[in-house]
């Protein structure tokens, strides 16, 4: 028996026949019962596929549900051939799976899918967040209201805003049993907040403009100046509205001021 | 309440977050739960908060599927820190992973695949465990592997193999007895005879889970180690047949697809806790041959 050359290991020869059906078995690999076992070294190419498919299903349910199954897993056994995980964390696998959707040629009809998907990625990321605990509403009601635009206001951990063209938040609370089924105007555009105040994550629909304000407020900006960005940026800009998912949804978890300059 | 340094000789379930509340409801027949470690590397959220509960209450065993031991590259120095941070943060009675690989180039592949049993196998192996243990700074559990394809270069039998990773390395080992009984029909040889030869004083844990069938090229019978349905009664009897030799040995019902209700796996776990509580003897029966 002669050990294996130096710059070659097993692996570089096992390793590509996993997710491509075409190539030839690794020239080492042998059975008991034949010396071309094409239907043994198919069980792993089969446990690499379906696992990964598997994972993938995992993070995007209502894609599956909006698409059916067998599209579902003719879309994803593609992406997963041409976007292999990176990580042994599959939790995380997948987020490139929302760009391929946008890239995907049979899911051209649905110009809104690739979206939704991001807003299923975000849900993930919530998922495993770092813990915060909100600010109480009550904290924001004892402020001196005439410093409440100096406020920098940090957000939660958990919190990812995702921006869309489309009724992302409509189509996918209505395929993830969280609205009714019924007609969508898909004229309207949604953006989302992901949250996970505590354990469950939820979604909501930001009122126009507020994505632009939590974008300012991430960045570090006072409220007052994330307001300006936001009605400049968005037409018909409600503060009050902005104001209420700010202070009513959990996601802000902590308020700090400048120091006051000194005489 | 106190919990022991190492798994108490009992049964134990491999955690699923939809049996939580019947775990903690209080009369779960196990000593301990296994989680798959990949799935808690996130930075917080209900993962952790599930993981905290249940080591109130019961022993944890963290069980590593993406190191890739058993490449011949090495180890991903960031994933053994991730294993590290976790191990910290919930401090677990034992640490195993696999005679596997599962990662090759910068493809992470989601599967426990084989290596040639080599003199380089070998050496590249007790490695890796060694990085393990200094990284963890504990002992870890190494798991003999089901498998599906033989090698032309394999020179060492994987009894050997495992017990000379064991011997430089100080490591215990995993033995997974459907491991060795999904192995030994489709390699066509004899799992008694390969439980006769496995170095039975270094196993600190045992796994049961359930396969799947179908056959090779051949037409002959193909075990696949699918996680998915009861441990098989072959199974089931050479696991009591290594129990009269071992004395009880922590015991993790595997049940990973097709995830069944609670009361089911629960009545995995009791098997395995009456076998325990036997010694062995009293369930063993005879096989046919």
């Keep these: 028996m002669t050990a294996p050359p130096l710059l070659t290991t097993p692996q570089d020869d096992f390793a590509p026949a996993l997710l491509d059906p075409d190539h030839p078995l690794p020239a080492d690999v042998t059975s008991h019962t034949t010396r071309h076992p094409v239907r043994r070294f198919a069980v792993y190419r089969n446990n690499v596929t379906v696992g990964l498919i598997e994972a993938v299903r995992a993070r995007f349910p209502a894609i599956e549900r909006i698409v059916g199954d067998d599209f579902f897993d003719a879309m994803a056994r593609t992406f997963v051939r041409a976007h292999p995980p990176r990580s042994p964390i599959l939790a995380i696998y997948g987020d490139a799976f929302p760009d391929f959707v946008a890239g995907f040629p049979p899911a051209a009809e649905m110009p809104w899918l690739a979206d939704v998907a991001r807003l299923e990625t975000a849900r993930t990321v919530a998922y495993h967040a770092a813990d915060a605990t909100p600010l109480d509403p009550a904290a924001f009601a004892a402020l001196d209201p005439a410093r409440l635009g100096a406020a920098r206001i940090a957000l939660h951990p958990s919190a990812v805003v995702v921006r869309s063209s489309w009724p992302i938040v409509t189509v996918w609370a209505m395929n993830s049993d969280e609205a009714p089924l019924g007609p969508v105007d898909f004229g309207v555009p949604e953006d989302a907040l992901v949250l996970r105040p505590a354990l469950t994550v939820v979604v909501h629909r930001l009122p126009p403009g507020t994505a632009v304000l939590l974008a300012a407020l991430t960045a570090g900006d006072t409220l007052a100046e994330a307001a300006t960005t936001a009605s400049g940026a968005t037409p018909g800009f409600d503060l009050t509205a902005a104001l209420a998912v700010v202070v009513g949804t959990g996601v802000a978890t902590t308020i700090a001021f400048d120091p006051e300059p000194q005489p | 309440m106190t919990l022991p340094a190492t798994l108490p000789d009992d049964a134990g379930v491999g955690f699923k977050p939809q049996h939580l509340d019947d775990l903690l409801a209080g009369d779960a027949p196990i000593g301990f739960v296994e989680i798959h470690a990949e799935n808690y590397m996130g930075a917080g959220g209900p993962p952790h908060a599930m993981l905290r509960m249940l080591r109130e209450r019961f022993a944890l065993s963290i069980h590593g599927v993406g190191l890739s031991i058993g490449a011949s590259r090495p180890l991903d120095r960031d994933h053994l820190a991730r294993l590290r941070t976790l191990c910290d943060r919930h401090p677990p009675q034992s640490f195993s992973e696999h005679l596997a690989w599962s990662s090759h180039g910068d493809v992470y592949y989601n599967d426990l695949l084989p290596a040639p049993y080599t003199a380089a196998t070998l050496a590249r192996v007790c490695e890796h465990v060694d990085a393990v243990q200094t990284a963890l700074g504990r002992e870890m559990l190494l798991e003999n592997p089901s498998t599906y394809v033989l090698f032309e270069t394999s020179t060492i039998p994987e009894t050997e193999f495992l017990s000379e990773v064991a011997r430089r390395t100080g490591c215990g080992l995993l033995l997974d007895v459907n491991n060795v009984f999904v192995s030994a029909l489709n390699h066509g040889t004899d799992p008694r005879a390969y439980l006769a030869a496995f170095p039975l004083a270094r196993v600190k844990e045992i796994h049961l889970g359930g396969h799947a069938e179908t056959t090779d090229d051949t037409g002959a019978p193909l075990l696949i180690d699918a996680h998915g349905t009861p441990v098989a ?57």
């Design chain 2, 233 to 289: 009664d072959p199974v089931w009897t050479l696991y009591a047949e290594t129990i009269v030799r071992t004395g009880p040995l922590p015991t993790l019902i595997e049940w990973d697809n097709d995830v069944p209700a609670w009361p089911v796996l629960a009545a995995e776990a009791a098997r395995a806790r009456a076998i325990l509580r036997a010694g062995g003897a009293a369930v063993l029966h005879p096989v046919a041959a």
